[in-house]
Nanobody, 126 residues
Framework: QVQLVESGGGSVQPGGSLSLSCTASGFTMGVKAVGWFRQAPGKEREGISCIDRWGNRLYYEDSIKVRFTMSRDNEYNTVYLQMNSLKPEDAAFYYC???????????????????WGRGTQVTVSS
């Protein structure tokens, strides 16, 4: 059974940093495409980034790429999202998702991903 568990969320002041983790069980992250999404209250879930089997990373928004970095540790079957210079508009639930395929979705649509974690909440306020 595929399971994704996010952790690392919390409350941070504007300009601060957080590092999110997503650990998988039931499949090997290193051979699948895995992405990060977020959903703010009243908004649709949006794609942040994806990493494919070969370690290539895709960021779905250019404005995020300069502040967020996605990485993967195959030994721990975990992907990470390092978030720097956080802004109040970054506050959301952050989700990890995986595809059955080994390549990233170019569009970042929710429907492109097959497995989902339950999310971890990030709050950014002073």
């Amino acid at each position: 059974q595929v399971q994704l568990v996010e952790s690392g969320g919390g409350s941070v002041q504007p300009g601060g940093s957080l590092s999110l983790s997503c650990t998988a069980s039931g499949f090997t992250m290193g051979v699948k495409a895995v992405g990060w999404f977020r959903q703010a209250p009243g908004k649709e879930r949006e794609g942040i980034s994806c990493i494919d089997r070969w370690g290539n990373r895709l960021y779905y928004e250019d404005s995020i790429k300069v502040r967020f970095t996605m990485s993967r540790d195959n030994e721990y079957n975990t992907v990470y999202l390092q978030m720097n210079s956080l802004k109040p508009e970054d506050a959301a639930f952050y989700y990890c998702a995986a595809r059955r395929l080994n390549s990233c979705s170019s569009s970042g649509y929710v429907s492109d991903y097959d497995y989902w974690g339950r999310g971890t909440q990030v709050t950014v306020s002073s």
